[in-house]
């Protein structure tokens, strides 16, 4: 691929909301000897606003962008400034941080004029409390020529902010509907040009009301996960449910999806969203040809074809897990989690919240699988679900026989392995200081989690620890790490130690006790892969798959942060998988 198609494919992705790929895009050309420095200011750009603030400000030193002559490359450090002030709570530090983040901006407006840094400034200074200086910066970016008479989408949204810097609250309303219907306002520009402004109009004193209809022509397109029931094909009955799906997809703007493709609901849904030009992303439960067998063919007619084309169209495929079918319900309910996490994590990268949309018939599920557990669990969490009726439909499908159903206990967890780096080049006499140092630390951190501990068990310096929920999990690791900062390494004859490697998975799991140490163990396709974690992590780091952190995104959003590390090759050959990086919300 050329430099400039990875450029383009990195800023499109970008523009379309999907940090994720902008940065899997980006880090592969530079891999394979792509010098664009532009591109590399991109995918910078795509981690900061992922907010791994960390890597990308040691990424911004390392490629040169503070030297760079582009102003906008050089803004990337005053982003992450910003974004760090916007991160804290107390006010006083708070007003701070917005000051020292409005000081970087504005020298690089002084230096180059860019309306880019000086807009930042104008508002950074008004979130600040100097409101003068605020307006001074705004006044003069509107006296400029593209500011003044704006032909794209950032020009029209910095007229529209240095508006409403200014108190011209009609005109700014002017500017953002303009802004809004631009050929070039993109879902990514949107995103976090929303964000600004509302800071800025809550800041002005403006109602919430007031803020969400000002700002209403430069909202990003809404994400959903969807759900529903299996039916058998009726063009009468489809095109009320289809009149009911688009209405819906209309008054909520949805671009991104998130779902499975079984026959009836999903597809019906999938087909609407591709048919407006949003993106599809699909969550398998399993392997494809045991969906195919489970959740298509039993409902016979075109099913399978439109389940080939919706997976031919689709953005993205996800195997929540790449095993066989096993007889198990909870191998589609673990699935439908996964999709409701990774549907709020990518609504969290475009400000927003995600929404369900389920074509139900308002039953319940009596056990894990169903719309109507898939209901439960998405309100359980807190999120709101819009149903669909779903009237009329056939739901007497021909069902398999469950011949092959799994009759050994299987639990869905969070499996966390560790490891220490350089235990095989202790000497002897540094192994009983390691063994209730180390380990034995390890054991008290594992001491406060009465009751949720599912099963653990160490052999060497690892330890293995299962829990019944992904914040435990999340909990547990960070403490490990915080429990072996202040350990004197010198008795291991080391100089220091960044820490424990940290591997961390959630997933369906087997649940047995263990023929041979007579303890309650895990083992399966999902234990084997988050044993692959932990050598690819750094010493000091916890490296969690994407359904852990989807998962954890559902439970404790507001307490931790999944940031983004990108594909990743596992040990032994496992394959490549998307991995992120765990650290509290903080």
Known sequence: MAADDSTALTKAAIDNGNLLLAYDIAISAISKGDSSVELRHLMVLALARMGNSDRAMELFHQ??????????????????LKDAAFAISAPRERQEALLNAYRAYQVIFEESGDTYPGINAASLAFLG??????????????????????????????????????????AAQESLNKAGAMPDANAGAKASTNRQLELVTKQAGLSQDAIDKLLAPISPPSVIQFCGHIFLENTATEEKLKASINEFLDQYDVGYAYGALAAGA????????????GELNVIMPFAQDDFIT????????????????????????????????????????YASKVAMGMAVLRAQYLGKSAQ???????????????????????????????????????????????????????????????????????????LPDFWNGIMGNMAKVLDKYPGKILAQNSWGDALLAVTPDATSAASLALEIQASLRDFDYELLGMEESLGMRIGVHYGPAYE???????????????????????????PGAIFVTEPFAAILALEAADQYQC????????AKGYGTYPIYQLTYRD
């Open 356 to 430: 369900q949309l389920a074509l139900w018939d308002g039953n319940g599920s009596a056990g894990a699988a169903g719309t109507g557990a898939d209901v439960a669990v998405w309100s359980a969490y807190g999120g709101i679900t819009h149903v669909i009726d779903a009237g009329e439909i056939d739901r007497n499908i021909s069902r398999r026989e469950s011949h092959d159903e799994d009759l050994y206990k299987r639990t869905v967890a969070a499996i966390l392995f560790t490891d220490f780096p350089g235990f095989s080049k202790l000497t002897e006499a540094a």
């Open 266 to 277: 999903d597809i019906l849904i999938a087909e609407a969203v591709l048919a407006r030009g």
């Open 512 to 538: 047995t006790p263990d023929p041979i140490t007579r303890k309650t163990t895990f083992y399966g396709t999902e234990v084997s892969r988050a044993a692959r974690i932990e050598p690819v992590t750094p």
């Open 294 to 333: 489970q959740s298509i063919t039993p409902a016979g007619g075109e099913w399978l074809s439109r389940f080939e084309a919706c997976m031919a169209a689709a953005s993205s495929v996800t195997f929540a897990t790449e095993m066989h079918y096993v007889g198990d319900p909870e191998q589609f309910g």
């Open 563 to 570: 940031r983004y590390a990108g594909n990743i090759e596992f």
């Open 129 to 170: 409390g100097k409101t003068d200086e605020a307006i001074s910066i705004a006044s003069a970016i509107l006296d400029l020529p593209e500011i003044s008479a704006p032909d794209n989408y950032f020009d029209t949204a910095t007229q529209a902010e240095a508006l409403l810097i200014t108190g011209q609250w009609d």
């Open 63 to 80: 490629y040169g962008l503070d030297s760079s002559p582009d102003p906008h490359h050089r803004s990337i450090a005053a982003r992450i």
